[in-house]
C-alpha cells in the first residue's frame, strides 16, 4: 500500500475555531528509542478516529519523517512555515504550500516536514508558538516529533542561543509527553541517564512512558518485570505502555515507504500502537 497525496482541506474547515478538545502530543526518546516510528504511526492512529492530525518532524537534529514516507520530493516544511508566522505571513495558502496531505487506505493526516539541521537556528520558541496557534484553528490532534538532545547550555560560535533550547521549552510546554526507550540494557541507560534532566523540564506535566522493541531475548523470560522494578528503583517511575518488537512489519513499512496501518495493519506493533491511543484515552 503507497502513500499517495491527498487534495488540501477546503476554505472552510480552514475557518473553523480551534477544537475545544484539541491535543498537542510530542513524542521523545532516547538515542535509538524509535520515537519517529512511534510518532509517525500514532499519527495515523489517531486519524483513523476520523480526527484532523498533523504531524510536525521538529526534531532539529536529524529529522526522518520524510525518509520513513520515502518522500523523495516534499517542500521545505517547518523552515519558511515558521518564517511565515514569525512575519505574520502564514495564512492558509502558505500553510498549503509547506504541508503535504498524506492518504493510505484508511487515514488522511497532515505531515510539516522537517528542517536541514544545519538551519536549526530559526526554530525558535517564538515561531512554533505562533505556527501551533494557527494549525489549532485546523486540526484535533497535533503529534510532534521531536530531538532526543536534551543537553543544557550548548552554543555555537556562531549563534549565540542554546543549541537544544527549542526541544527544552518544547517538552515543557506540551500538553502531553510520550518519552520511549527501546528496552535493552544500553538504551535503558541512555533514558536513565537523562531521566533526572527531563523530569526536571517537564515537572509535572502529564508523560506516559513507554517501553518500545520490547522482547525477552536480552533480558531474559522476566524482562517485564525487570524493567518495572528497574525504573520503580532507580526513578521512581512507572511504566505505562509496551510496544513489542517487530522488526518484520517495520521493515514492511520503510521498504514501501507507508505508515504500519498501510502496509502491516494487522502486525504486533501497530495493534500495540492502537491499544496505547485506546487505553490511554488519546483520542476521543
Known sequence: MTLTLEAPPTRR????????????????????????????????????????????????????????????????????????????????????????????????????????????????????????????????????????????????????????EFTRWLLKHSELLIATFAADPVSVARFLSLEAELQEIRQAKPTLLVANRFRTSTLGPTAKRQLEQTFKTLANKKLDHFLPEDSKAQDSALKNGTPLLGSRANSTLRKAIAQLVREKKLAG
Open 13 to 164: 474547515s480552514q475557518r473553523q475555531t480551534k477544537p475545544k478538545n484539541l491535543k498537542v502530543i510530542t513524542v521523545w526518546g532516547s538515542q535509538g528509542s524509535g520515537k519517529s516510528t512511534i510518532a509517525l504511526n500514532l499519527a495515523t492512529e489517531l486519524a483513523k478516529t476520523k480526527a484532523k492530525v498533523l504531524l510536525i518532524d521538529a526534531d532539529t537534529h536529524a529529522p526522518t519523517q520524510t525518509i520513513a514516507l520515502a518522500l523523495n520530493e516534499h517542500p521545505a516544511g517547518l523552515a519558511p512555515m515558521l518564517r511565515f508566522a514569525r512575519q505574520n505571513r502564514l495564512n492558509p495558502e502558505e500553510f498549503e504550500s509547506q504541508s503535504m496531505a498524506l492518504k493510505t487506505s484508511q487515514t488522511v493526516f497532515t505531515l510539516i516536514p522537517g528542517i536541514n539541521p544545519t538551519r536549526w537556528p530559526e526554530v525558535t520558541p517564538q515561531a512554533f508558538e505562533l505556527l501551533l496557534s494557527h494549525c489549532a484553528k485546523h486540526f484535533d490532534y497535533i503529534v510532534i516529533d521531536t530531538a532526543t538532545n536534551i543537553e543544557p547550555s550548548l552554543y555555537s560560535q556562531a549563534q549565540p542561543i542554546e543549541r537544544n
